[in-house]
């Protein structure tokens, strides 16, 4: 007889607001892609995904399957209450359920810590037989061959950002507020190009996502996978390290292969910044040089940057505002930084008595502020991303920055509309 599974991607209500009408939401792939690995033949699959769907606590389901995040964590910890208390058995896994698994212990059935190719089929083998263990455990480095094609058929209303895929596991770096190096084991990974393509090729759509962690983390890989991509008539976009982009061969094959944007990690404009968190691969004197040959390439580039380093002080927001409209950056993913635990810096600021609260919601990098900056106060720091945010993707802004870019104008512009007016109003959330 069949059992019935759920399987959840979380995302609270204060960020499903925050990330609402921004349009280049692409889904998480690892629900679909875990359950890749379930067979049909056992058990019948389900899921739902918070960012645009509603959990179904009124229906009965045997097993409930939730990817915790940080920031999400007290959410799904309420999530599995509901559920467990009408009988039905909850599952743990994903970052937040490997860096503290002995407090995501005391709100499941069952935990699943670390890399899953290895522990979710046994532990699905185990529960279909009623003997499933409480804790199962990677115990060492898991291959990326022979993988599954993520099921991305059981994502609902989501098709203009349902391709995601992965090419690697890890990342080279070690920058102290990443928890990357926690979660997976330390070894840089590549999949099988061949099984790259046919999971691409499954995809009945032509833009897609990699959700690598830095798709440039291996070069030369990166350069035989793209030769394959070119083939496929595909555009797609990822996420490297800027200073990889300095090898205008790698340019030129993604141009070639259907590259549109990049989303790159500057983080900040100022090397004091950049060496507090061991980001040294940055060189901000680079940076112009670099993005000029990314755009001269035709390829766009979406910034990570983060405001809150202990060097900030509050004329960061301004500089920052100036430095992306001079260089002609296309788009920002701004956040606060958050010391997510079991990080360098989450240890640093615990020891340093800086740390605002315990409640995880406070560490999402995007509503509220999760500890006591250097420089100013969490209000001020708080306050100035959010003019950050507003400023940036003023029209003035927007303007200003395409016309440096000349870059996939059209598609930029949407974006960037996109991000605008999903700006609201927020409120700082003082704990005193």
């Known amino acids: 007889m069949k059992k019935t599974i759920l399987l959840i991607t979380p995302e609270n209500k204060e960020i499903n607001k925050f990330r609402k009408k921004q349009v280049n939401n692409f889904v998480q792939i690892t629900m679909p892609y875990l359950a890749g690995f379930i067979d049909e033949s056992k058990y019948n699959i389900s899921i739902i995904d918070e960012y645009n769907q509603k959990i179904p606590f009124n229906d009965d389901f045997d097993l409930i399957a939730i990817t915790v995040n940080t920031s999400n964590a007290s959410h799904c910890y309420k999530i599995a209450s509901k559920f467990r208390s009408k009988g039905c058995k909850v599952v743990f896994g994903g970052p937040h359920a490997t860096l503290m698994s002995d407090e995501a212990i005391n709100y499941c059935d069952y935990i699943i810590i670390g890399e899953a190719e290895d522990t979710w089929p046994r532990f699905l083998e185990d529960f279909y037989d009623n ?47 990443c928890n990357l190096k926690q979660i997976y084991f330390n070894s840089f990974r590549t999949r099988p190009i061949e099984e790259v393509i046919d999971d691409i090729r499954s995809m009945n759509r032509r833009y897609f996502v990699f959700w690598d962690d830095n798709f440039f983390g291996d070069i030369e890989y990166a350069k035989r996978l793209m030769k394959e991509l070119a083939k496929l008539n595909k555009k797609w976009a990822a996420q490297v390290t800027l200073e990889r982009c300095e090898d205008e061969e790698l340019l030129r094959l993604s ?36 993005i000029q040959l990314i755009h001269k390439n035709g390829i766009s580039m979406q910034a990570g940057i983060i405001f809150g380093f202990d060097t900030d002080t509050k004329t960061v ?22 010391p997510l635990p079991k990080t360098p810096l989450y240890e640093q600021l615990k020891k340093e008595n800086r740390l605002i609260s315990t409640d995880w919601i406070y560490f999402n990098g995007k509503t509220r502020v999760a500890f006591k900056p250097k420089n100013m106060t969490p209000e001020e720091l708080f306050n100035g991303y959010m003019w950050f945010r507003k400023e940036f993707y003023s029209m003035k802004s927007i303007i200003k920055r395409l016309l440096v870019s000349k870059t996939n104008i059209i598609y930029n512009f949407i974006v960037n509309l996109g991000y605008k007016f999903s700006i609201k109003e927020t409120k700082f959330y003082n704990m005193n």
């Open 131 to 177: 003997k499933a263990k409480k804790l199962y455990k990677t115990e060492c480095i898991t291959s990326l061959k022979g993988l599954p094609i993520p099921r991305r058929d059981l994502i609902k209303g989501r098709y203009l950002t349902k391709g995601a895929v992965f090419a690697t596991r890890g990342c080279p770096y070690n920058c102290s507020y």
């Open 255 to 290: 141009r070639e292969s259907g590259c549109i944007y990049f989303f790159v990690g500057l983080e900040s404009f100022s090397e004091m910044s950049l060496a507090s968190v061991n980001k040294r691969i940055n060189n901000v004197d680079r940076y112009k040089r670099i």
């Open 317 to 338: 927001f301004r500089k920052t505002l100036e430095e992306c409209n001079s260089l002609g950056i296309d788009g920002v993913t701004v956040s606060i930084l958050t």
